[in-house]
């Protein structure tokens, strides 16, 4: 969802992301995972870069090994 939704630098308004989620997969759902928010859930993940870019909300980009 992150590839699919990201500009040319590989960032991602999260928005964006969890529009695909919800497009690829209705019955996902942050809170079935102990989150109350995306955010939260992609701050967590252990593989995306989170960035809360003020007017442009939260940015997330896949971290590179």
């Known amino acids: 969802a992150v590839e699919a939704s990201a500009d040319e630098d590989g960032r991602a308004n999260l928005a ?5 989620l919800a497009k690829q997969s209705p019955d996902f ?6 989150y109350a928010r995306l955010s939260d859930r992609a ?18 980009r896949l971290k590179t090994s």
């Open 16 to 20: 964006r992301v969890g529009a695909h």
């Open 29 to 34: 759902d942050a809170r079935n995972y102990g």
């Open 43 to 60: 701050d967590a993940s252990g593989i995306l870069e989170v960035e809360r870019a003020g007017d442009q909300g939260v940015m997330v």
